[in-house]
Protein backbone atom coordinates (compact mmCIF):
# COMPACT_ATOMS: atom_id res chain seq x y z
CA UNK A 1 0.00 0.00 0.00
CA UNK A 2 1.44 3.23 -0.68
CA UNK A 3 0.54 6.09 1.65
CA UNK A 4 0.66 9.74 1.67
CA UNK A 5 0.78 12.14 4.90
CA UNK A 6 -1.01 15.62 3.71
CA UNK A 7 -1.27 18.64 5.92
CA UNK A 8 -0.49 22.27 5.92
CA UNK A 9 3.39 23.13 7.01
CA UNK A 10 3.49 22.65 10.65
CA UNK A 11 0.52 20.31 10.93
CA UNK A 12 3.03 17.53 12.45
CA UNK A 13 3.70 15.15 9.15
CA UNK A 14 7.43 14.77 9.90
CA UNK A 15 6.79 14.14 13.46
CA UNK A 16 4.48 11.25 12.42
CA UNK A 17 6.62 9.86 9.62
CA UNK A 18 9.40 9.50 12.31
CA UNK A 19 7.26 7.63 14.65
CA UNK A 20 5.60 5.53 12.03
CA UNK A 21 9.62 4.42 10.79
CA UNK A 22 9.97 3.63 14.37
CA UNK A 23 7.33 1.28 14.50
CA UNK A 24 9.07 -0.34 11.28
CA UNK A 25 6.99 1.16 8.39
CA UNK A 26 9.29 2.34 5.02
CA UNK A 27 9.14 6.11 5.41
CA UNK A 28 10.67 8.64 2.18
CA UNK A 29 9.79 11.95 1.53
CA UNK A 30 9.28 14.77 -1.04
CA UNK A 31 11.06 16.77 -2.06
CA UNK A 32 13.33 13.56 -2.34
CA UNK A 33 16.64 14.07 -3.53
CA UNK A 34 19.10 16.35 -1.76
CA UNK A 35 19.81 17.81 -5.46
CA UNK A 36 15.88 19.07 -5.83
CA UNK A 37 16.40 20.66 -2.35
CA UNK A 38 19.42 22.50 -3.28
CA UNK A 39 17.73 23.77 -6.90
CA UNK A 40 14.72 24.68 -5.19
CA UNK A 41 16.66 26.44 -2.34
CA UNK A 42 18.31 28.41 -5.37
CA UNK A 43 15.46 28.94 -8.33
CA UNK A 44 13.22 32.02 -7.69
CA UNK A 45 11.27 31.46 -11.16
CA UNK A 46 7.88 30.33 -10.08
CA UNK A 47 7.19 27.51 -13.43
CA UNK A 48 10.96 25.94 -13.27
CA UNK A 49 10.28 25.52 -9.34
CA UNK A 50 7.14 23.76 -9.90
CA UNK A 51 8.80 21.75 -12.78
CA UNK A 52 11.49 20.78 -10.54
CA UNK A 53 8.90 19.31 -7.54
CA UNK A 54 7.81 17.44 -10.44
CA UNK A 55 10.43 16.20 -11.51
CA UNK A 56 11.59 14.91 -8.39
CA UNK A 57 8.65 13.42 -7.70
CA UNK A 58 8.48 11.67 -11.17
CA UNK A 59 11.79 9.68 -10.01
CA UNK A 60 10.75 9.40 -6.24
CA UNK A 61 7.78 7.37 -8.00
CA UNK A 62 10.00 5.27 -9.84
CA UNK A 63 13.13 4.73 -7.95
CA UNK A 64 11.72 4.27 -4.17
CA UNK A 65 7.49 4.19 -4.50
CA UNK A 66 6.82 2.28 -7.38
CA UNK A 67 9.20 -0.84 -6.17
CA UNK A 68 8.08 -0.90 -2.62
CA UNK A 69 4.16 -0.39 -3.53
CA UNK A 70 3.69 -3.62 -2.40
CA UNK A 71 4.91 -4.38 0.46
CA UNK A 72 4.12 -1.06 2.06
CA UNK A 73 5.36 2.49 1.76
CA UNK A 74 4.62 6.33 3.62
CA UNK A 75 5.19 9.25 1.76
CA UNK A 76 5.65 12.46 3.59
CA UNK A 77 4.28 14.72 0.86
CA UNK A 78 3.04 13.89 -2.40
CA UNK A 79 1.24 15.45 -5.55
CA UNK A 80 -1.83 16.87 -3.48
CA UNK A 81 1.35 19.30 -1.60
CA UNK A 82 2.24 20.85 -4.36
CA UNK A 83 -1.61 21.08 -5.72
CA UNK A 84 -2.61 22.56 -2.85
CA UNK A 85 0.48 25.04 -2.48
CA UNK A 86 0.31 26.11 -6.23
CA UNK A 87 -3.69 26.99 -5.48
CA UNK A 88 -2.58 29.08 -2.34
CA UNK A 89 0.11 30.53 -3.95
CA UNK A 90 -0.69 31.67 -7.77
CA UNK A 91 -4.94 31.12 -7.85
CA UNK A 92 -6.47 29.91 -10.20
CA UNK A 93 -3.72 30.57 -13.10
CA UNK A 94 -2.15 29.34 -16.00
CA UNK A 95 0.25 28.29 -13.86
CA UNK A 96 -1.76 26.50 -11.42
CA UNK A 97 -3.56 24.61 -14.47
CA UNK A 98 -0.36 24.01 -15.48
CA UNK A 99 0.31 21.85 -12.36
CA UNK A 100 -2.90 20.13 -12.29
CA UNK A 101 -2.03 18.90 -16.02
CA UNK A 102 1.47 17.22 -14.94
CA UNK A 103 0.47 15.99 -11.60
CA UNK A 104 -2.97 14.62 -13.41
CA UNK A 105 -1.09 11.54 -15.22
CA UNK A 106 0.62 10.82 -11.64
CA UNK A 107 -1.01 7.78 -9.74
CA UNK A 108 -2.82 8.54 -6.84
CA UNK A 109 -1.81 6.99 -3.41
CA UNK A 110 -4.17 4.36 -1.98
CA UNK A 111 -4.82 6.24 1.10
CA UNK A 112 -3.95 10.22 2.30
CA UNK A 113 -4.04 10.55 5.58
CA UNK A 114 -4.78 14.52 6.07
CA UNK A 115 -3.54 15.79 9.46
CA UNK A 116 -5.56 18.84 9.83
CA UNK A 117 -4.64 21.83 12.28
CA UNK A 118 -5.77 25.15 12.32
CA UNK A 119 -3.54 27.56 10.35
CA UNK A 120 -3.07 29.30 13.90
CA UNK A 121 -2.20 26.63 15.60
CA UNK A 122 0.46 25.40 13.20
CA UNK A 123 1.70 28.92 13.03
CA UNK A 124 2.37 28.45 17.01
CA UNK A 125 4.48 24.83 16.39
CA UNK A 126 6.40 26.65 13.35
CA UNK A 127 6.65 30.24 13.51
CA UNK A 128 9.15 30.46 10.93
CA UNK A 129 6.85 28.81 8.30
CA UNK A 130 5.31 32.49 8.66
CA UNK A 131 8.27 34.01 6.32
CA UNK A 132 7.55 31.96 3.59
CA UNK A 133 3.91 32.94 3.47
CA UNK A 134 4.33 36.37 3.15
CA UNK A 135 4.93 36.78 -0.42
CA UNK A 136 1.70 35.51 -0.50
CA UNK A 137 -0.14 37.36 1.80
CA UNK A 138 -1.10 37.04 5.53
CA UNK A 139 0.59 33.52 6.55
CA UNK A 140 -3.29 32.54 8.48
CA UNK A 141 -4.93 33.61 5.01
CA UNK A 142 -2.37 31.61 2.88
CA UNK A 143 -2.47 28.44 5.06
CA UNK A 144 -6.28 28.44 5.22
CA UNK A 145 -6.31 28.23 1.57
CA UNK A 146 -3.89 25.44 1.17
CA UNK A 147 -5.90 23.95 3.70
CA UNK A 148 -9.32 24.08 2.17
CA UNK A 149 -7.78 23.11 -1.23
CA UNK A 150 -6.44 19.97 0.61
CA UNK A 151 -10.41 19.38 2.10
CA UNK A 152 -11.73 19.90 -2.13
CA UNK A 153 -9.41 17.00 -3.09
CA UNK A 154 -10.27 14.54 -0.28
CA UNK A 155 -12.30 11.28 -1.59
CA UNK A 156 -12.74 8.36 0.04
CA UNK A 157 -9.53 7.42 -0.44
CA UNK A 158 -8.68 10.25 2.56
CA UNK A 159 -8.67 10.26 6.00
CA UNK A 160 -9.08 13.61 8.31
CA UNK A 161 -6.94 13.03 11.57
CA UNK A 162 -7.56 15.88 14.40
CA UNK A 163 -4.11 16.86 14.60
CA UNK A 164 -4.54 19.32 17.26
CA UNK A 165 -4.68 16.61 19.32
CA UNK A 166 -1.23 15.13 21.24
CA UNK A 167 1.37 12.93 19.07
CA UNK A 168 0.44 9.66 20.78
CA UNK A 169 -3.36 9.74 20.30
CA UNK A 170 -2.40 10.90 16.97
CA UNK A 171 -0.28 8.17 15.95
CA UNK A 172 -2.88 5.44 17.66
CA UNK A 173 -5.27 6.62 15.22
CA UNK A 174 -2.93 6.06 12.47
CA UNK A 175 -1.94 2.92 13.20
CA UNK A 176 -5.18 2.03 14.41
CA UNK A 177 -6.22 2.96 10.15
CA UNK A 178 -3.27 1.50 8.56
CA UNK A 179 -3.78 -2.00 10.23
CA UNK A 180 -6.96 -2.11 9.15
CA UNK A 181 -6.17 -1.49 5.59
P1 LIG B 1 5.35 19.32 9.43
O1 LIG B 1 6.31 18.24 9.00
O2 LIG B 1 3.93 19.00 9.06
O3 LIG B 1 5.76 20.70 8.99
P2 LIG B 1 6.44 18.85 12.08
O4 LIG B 1 6.33 17.38 12.30
O5 LIG B 1 7.77 19.41 11.70
O6 LIG B 1 5.33 19.34 11.03
O7 LIG B 1 5.90 19.52 13.41
C1 LIG B 1 5.96 20.94 13.59
C2 LIG B 1 6.31 21.24 15.05
O8 LIG B 1 5.23 20.85 15.89
C3 LIG B 1 7.53 20.49 15.56
O9 LIG B 1 8.24 21.34 16.45
C4 LIG B 1 6.95 19.30 16.29
O10 LIG B 1 7.79 18.85 17.33
C5 LIG B 1 5.65 19.87 16.83
N1 LIG B 1 4.57 18.88 16.89
C6 LIG B 1 4.33 17.86 16.03
N2 LIG B 1 3.23 17.16 16.39
C7 LIG B 1 2.74 17.77 17.49
C8 LIG B 1 1.60 17.54 18.36
N3 LIG B 1 0.74 16.55 18.14
N4 LIG B 1 1.40 18.38 19.39
C9 LIG B 1 2.26 19.40 19.63
N5 LIG B 1 3.34 19.69 18.85
C10 LIG B 1 3.59 18.89 17.81
Given at each position: MFVALEGIDGSGKTTLARALLDRGYSV???P???VTREILS???EPLAKEL?????????????????????IITDRYKYSQIA???ARYGDSSLYRRVLKLNADLPDSDLVVFLDISPEEALKRKPGIAED?????KPEEFF????????????EHWIRINAERSRENILKEVLNCLSKR
Amino acid sequence: MFVALEGIDGSGKTTLARALLDRGYSVTREPFSEVTREILSILREPLAKELVFYLDRLYHLEKVIKPRRTKGIITDRYKYSQIAYAYARYGDSSLYRRVLKLNADLPDSDLVVFLDISPEEALKRKPGIAEDARPYGKPEEFFMKVREKYLSMADEHWIRINAERSRENILKEVLNCLSKR
